[in-house]
């Protein structure tokens, strides 16, 4: 079954506890960490994800769009993360590896994420460590982008990595999925869609998790 990741980028943050509420029927919960440095927006950080895990049982899904992330990945694990996704451009490879090291020491699952413009090779040294490979669809930094179609080709060549090098590896994608692009994306093989706006902005937002499914 493919698995919906909604992210409460597109909350209401006045109101957040009661817009996780309102996906509960969902599989994760997307939070997406942003520094200012890495990306040029500012959002949130170890704090709010506390807060949110005090508030759902739902797996916190944190994308770390963070410079060296290896520094933070232990305090997020103990504020409540149950997934650690790190990009690949944030660091060496060598602090990659202690990343995902430092969130399984943890009993916590970790993932590596591409931006658009880097290459599907460059999960190639993680991929056997890793729980989840996230292939970014827009620009890291801001919601509700327009989708990237042109990222199929790599989602379609981490799936066949994947199936080959560690089966039981998640494939995500994360940008501008919404009910025209879900299926482009199932089909290229991801199996978890993270979405913001169009879910937040659904009107019927328990139909709107089923209809991405697919």
């Known amino acids: ?3 919906i990741a909604p992210s409460i980028l597109s909350a209401d943050f006045a109101n957040l506890e009661r817009d996780i509420q309102r996906i509960e029927t969902a599989d994760y919960v997307h939070v997406d960490v942003m520094d ?5 927006n500012i ?7 506390a807060s949110i895990r005090k508030v759902t049982k739902m797996p916190l899904d944190v994308h770390l769009m963070i410079v ?3 520094r933070y990945v232990e305090r997020f694990c103990d504020a409540g993360a149950d997934l650690v996704t790190v990009h690949v451009e944030a660091d060496t490879e060598e602090n990659i590896h202690a ?3 430092k969130i399984h020491a943890k009993g916590k699952r970790a993932g590596v994420v591409l931006k658009p413009k880097t290459p599907a090779e460059a999960v190639l040294p993680f991929l056997k460590e890793v729980e989840l490979v996230l292939v970014m669809t827009v620009e890291p930094g801001f919601g509700g982008q327009k989708f990237m179609a042109d990222m199929m080709p790599k989602v ?4 066949t990595w994947i199936e080959t090098e560690n089966p039981a590896c998640e494939l995500e994608v994360d940008g501008g999925v919404a009910p025209d692009t879900c299926k482009t994306c199932i089909d290229a093989g991801a199996n978890v869609l993270v979405a913001g706006s169009a879910v937040y902005k659904a009107a ?6 089923a209809e991405l499914r697919g």
């Open 36 to 40: 200012g440095m890495f990306v040029p």
């Open 204 to 209: 019927d937002i328990p139909a709107r998790i």
């Open 99 to 101: 990343a995902i090291a």
């Open 1 to 3: 079954m493919v698995k």
């Open 156 to 159: 379609a060549a981490i799936r």
């Open 43 to 49: 959002t949130i950080g170890i704090p709010v994800v």
């Open 68 to 70: 060296e992330p290896v």
